[in-house]
Nanobody, 120 residues
């Protein structure tokens, strides 16, 4: 089993910044992709940003130029630096990881979610 533990959410004013962290632990042979999704009230969960084990990244159009995803492979940790936050960024942010516990498998895991609220 693999656990993803998120931290760093909170309340911030518009224009402010937050940094989310997500650490994976457990039976890990290799972590493939890691990413962040978010879900606002009444909306579907959407991809915010993702990164592969090779370092490729992709972002939702709505966050390009404001958010940066990074990864510390030695720590099995992924970060999301969020700058110039807007009220529409308010959501529960979820960490996601594709993890192999052996060389022959790969499973999808989710964190418990962390609330980000952007409000004055």
């Amino acid at each position: 089993q693999v656990q993803l533990v998120e931290s760093g959410g909170g309340l911030v004013q518009p224009g402010g910044s937050l940094r989310l962290s997500c650490a994976a632990s457990g039976s890990i042979f290799r972590i493939y992709a890691m990413g962040w999704y978010r879900q606002a009230p009444g909306k579907q969960r959407e991809l915010v940003a993702a990164t592969t084990s090779g370092g490729s990244t992709n972002y939702a159009d709505s966050v390009k130029g404001r958010f940066t995803i990074s990864r510390a492979n030695a720590k099995n940790t992924v970060y999301l630096q969020m700058n110039s936050l807007k009220p529409e960024d308010t959501a529960v942010y979820y960490c996601n990881a594709a993890v192999g516990s052996t060389p022959y498998d790969e499973y999808d895991y989710w964190g418990q979610g962390t609330q980000v609220t952007v409000s004055s």
